[in-house]
Nanobody, 126 residues
Framework: QVQLVESGGGLVQAGGSLRLSCAAS????????VGWFRQAPGKEREFVAA????????GYADSVRGRFTISRDNAKNTVYLQVNSLKPEDTALYYC???????????????????WGQGTQVTVSS
């Protein structure tokens, strides 16, 4: 089993920044790719960003491209999401998820992922 714990969320004004972290523990050697998703109240969970095991491939939702940056430190078993130029519409519970399959593709699909964290809340005030 793999456990994922997100941190770094908080309340920030529009235009501000945060760095979200996703720390993995347990059978981390079984993880390949990691994604970030978010869910706002009354809305479906949506894809934000994903990164391959090597860090050589990344993908972003159109709504965050250019503002958010995903990265990983495999030595620390941690994936980061730097979120800049935040907007009120970015307010959501942010989740990280891990995938056991080596193939990179369809990373925006929630069913692709095998493990999920509990989420960290990001609230952006206008």
């Amino acid at each position: 089993q793999v456990q994922l714990v997100e941190s770094g969320g908080g309340l920030v004004q529009a235009g501000g920044s945060l760095r979200l972290s996703c720390a993995a523990s347990g059978r981390t050697f079984s993880i390949y790719h990691v994604g970030w998703f978010r869910q706002a109240p009354g809305k479906e969970r949506e894809f934000v960003a994903a990164i391959s095991w090597s860090g050589g491939s990344t993908g972003y939702a159109d709504s965050v491209r250019g503002r958010f940056t995903i990265s990983r430190d495999n030595a620390k078993n941690t994936v980061y999401l730097q979120v800049n130029s935040l907007k009120p519409e970015d307010t959501a519970l942010y989740y990280c998820a891990a995938d056991r399959r080596p193939h990179w593709g369809a990373m925006g699909v929630t069913s692709r992922y095998d493990y999920w964290g509990q989420g960290t809340q990001v609230t952006v005030s206008s």
